[in-house]
């Protein structure tokens, strides 16, 4: 459609150009006017044409167009035309047309690859769009499915409060059931026992044979206070408890492995609390044992699912913590970076956070970190830090470790100025009691 719409208007404009040049041409000379001159019949001619034609022409003089009689006289160029002459051979020379051409050819071209840009960055931007609208899906039912998860443990939790405190209900009404029904059936018999006791008072014949009386023990008054103390308790915070047990990945109980402690690193007997210690600890000598650097790892290994752990590094002005690749090497001085199989966060001079990326960026953070949480999705081959006291993110390593590893941990050398300050492992949310 739009080639056959094209050609049309170039017809039309080709068919505009020739008449206008066919108007504009010399009825003697039949070639564009030079210096074209009007006669009083209004057509035009070429100064020279018409001068030459009066000059051999009989009298009267007339038109060689239209025959009407003029009367020849001093004949003035007619500028007008004369410029739109010029402009008509301009446009109809040959070297015109090819540069015109040209110009076209170039400018379509051009306009073709702008448009062939501009659509691929449509296709880019739909593309884009729909990677979000993918992604976003796939997060909303990740995150569904982790409220489902704790709406479940919740839900589990309270069917079966429900179901204790049901049974036990259940079990003191029974009792007091069974005392009611031992009771009405003592004073039945007794009933029995009056009324054969009166009959023998008025015949006063023989003592009547009575029916054994149950012996009935004295209810138990109903405890209200025993019954509902397990109920009355602070039923969410216990739930929690309970739940935080429950939670996939809950924090792991990890502990320090002493065989893999450099030297200066002193352990606590529960293995829980590192601090690097100017005494060097005889350790017994391990091929696991980091020599050159001030580092340790945990006990515990992962290489599939997803795990979570935190850590407390109270004030001290520097460390380094992450995971480090089991094959990390031990006994060489080597730079942290998941190039050399380590994903560290890192503290230095007190204040500045760093990832432990090559070369390290730089985190800034609002305030002092006292503990981290360490997130490792080993499906996913994510690391990410968090404040475990906001349960904020700090920085995520997208392409983090394959096949094992190790929770990591480098309480640093301490400055002589700073006490040595520990890392301690903690197994349970962190409770901030400042605020
Ligand atoms: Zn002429
Ligand atoms: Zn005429």
Redesign the pocket.
């Given at each position: 459609m739009a080639a056959v719409a094209a050609a049309a208007a170039a017809a039309a404009a080709s068919s505009t150009r020739r008449s206008l040049k066919e108007d504009l041409t010399c009825a003697i000379c039949c070639d564009l006017f030079r210096e074209p001159v009007m006669?009083s019949?209004?057509?035009h001619f070429c100064k020279s044409c018409i001068s030459r034609y009066c000059r051999g022409a009989r009298t009267p003089v007339t038109?060689?167009?239209?025959?009407?009689e003029?009367s020849p006289m001093q004949f003035q160029t007619n500028y007008l035309v004369a410029a739109m002459v010029e402009k008509v051979r301009a446009s109809t020379s040959d070297a015109y047309v090819k540069k015109l051409e040209n110009q076209l050819r170039e400018t379509l071209e051009r306009q073709h690859v702008r448009k062939e840009d501009i659509s691929s960055s449509i296709r880019k931007d739909k593309d884009k769009m729909n990677t979000i609208k993918r992604v976003g899906t796939d997060l909303q039912a990740r995150v569904k499915g982790e409220f489902r998860a704790l709406h479940r443990i919740l839900q589990d939790e309270e069917t079966c409060l429900l179901e204790q405190l049901r049974r036990e209900q259940e079990e003191e009404l029974q009792k007091a059931q069974c005392h009611l029904e031992a009771s009405e059936l003592a004073v039945r018999e007794l009933e029995s026992n009056i009324q054969l006791l009166q009959q023998a008072q008025v015949t006063l014949t023989e003592f009547p044979q009575l029916r054994p009386c149950a012996q009935v023990e004295a209810a138990s008054d109903f405890n209200t206070n025993a019954f509902s103390n397990k109920y009355l308790a602070p039923l969410q915070y216990i739930t929690w408890r309970r739940m935080f047990k429950s939670l996939k990945p809950g924090p792991s109980p990890l502990t320090f492995d002493v065989d893999t402690a450099h030297p200066s690193i002193y352990v606590s007997r529960d293995k829980m609390i590192a601090v690097e210690c100017e005494v060097i600890t005889p350790h017994k000598s391990h091929s696991k044992r980091f020599l050159q650097c001030v580092n340790i790892l945990a006990a515990q290994s992962f290489q599939s699912g997803r795990h979570y752990w935190e850590v407390e590094v109270g004030c001290s002005p520097k460390w380094d913590l992450g995971v480090a690749s089991e094959a990390v090497n031990r006994h060489a001085r080597i730079k942290l970076s998941p190039e050399s199989g380590y994903w560290t966060l890192r503290l230095r001079n007190g204040n500045e956070y760093w990832a432990g990326t090559q070369p390290w960026t730089r985190l800034q953070l609002g305030s002092p970190l006292q503990r981290i949480g360490v997130y490792l999705d080993c499906d996913e081959r994510r690391v990410s830090f968090y404040d475990a006291d906001e349960m904020s993110l700090l920085y995520t390593f997208c392409s983090g470790p394959r096949g094992k590893v190790f929770p990591f941990f480098s309480p640093c050398i301490s400055d002589s100025r700073h006490k040595p300050q520990l890392i301690r492992l903690l197994h349970y949310p962190p409770v901030a009691l400042s605020n």
């Open positions: 006669l019949c209004m057509h038109c060689p167009q239209c025959r009407r003029f």
